[in-house]
């Protein structure tokens, strides 16, 4: 019994441990890395692999209304993201959340990607930076000459951008 049981552990761990192993090591800067290569290459499954359930929900929604698949808009001209990554810095990890900044292309400035842990892997969580812009962008209008700067109008304005959103998509 002691043979078979340890040539099915051998089995479980030669052949059990595949590259979710691998994907559980990764760093979100390799994260964010392979999910340049994957889009690069129109990688349509690579690429949702690399992206958070948030995310992932985010494109389903906007495939629906486009009246495509996500597999369909992923492949699209500028539909991966990512594909072009000019400059990487400042990777910060805390907990079960991380970010890593990119260089935007347009801008030149940075933009802080963050990153959520699902499952012992790093996903790329482009949910969380939509609505980090959503709220500085309502953050930017409240500060603009004759906007009442008043909580409950933010909390009504932030309430539109984000039922807006939602429907924009």
């Known amino acids: 019994i002691k ?3 340890f040539a099915l552990v051998c089995t479980f ?3 059990g441990c595949n590259s979710t192993e691998t994907e559980q090591t990764k ?3 390799e994260t964010l890395r392979a999910l340049s290569e994957a889009s ?8 949702k692999s690399y992206l958070s359930k948030g ?6 929604q906007s495939a629906e209304r486009r009246e495509k698949t996500v597999d369909e808009l992923l492949k699209e001209e500028n539909g991966a993201p990512f ?3 000019n400059e990487i810095k400042n990777e910060q990890i805390t907990g079960e959340t991380a970010s890593v900044e990119v260089k935007n292309n347009v801008s030149g400035e940075f933009d802080k990607i963050p990153f959520v842990k699902e499952n012992g892997v790093w996903k790329i969580a482009l949910d969380v930076f939509m ?15 004759g906007n ?18 939602n429907t924009a998509k």
């Open 40 to 47: 690069k290459k129109k990688d349509t499954e690579a690429i």
């Open 13 to 15: 761990f030669l052949f």
């Open 131 to 145: 609505k980090d812009a959503i709220k500085r962008l309502n953050e930017e209008m409240n500060k603009m000459p």
């Open 3 to 5: 043979p078979i049981f």
């Open 148 to 165: 009442a700067s008043t909580d409950s109008n933010s909390e009504s304005s932030n309430s539109n951008l984000n039922n807006t959103s």
């Open 27 to 29: 760093s979100p800067t």
């Open 83 to 85: 594909q072009n990554l």
């Open 55 to 60: 995310t992932l929900d985010l494109l389903n």
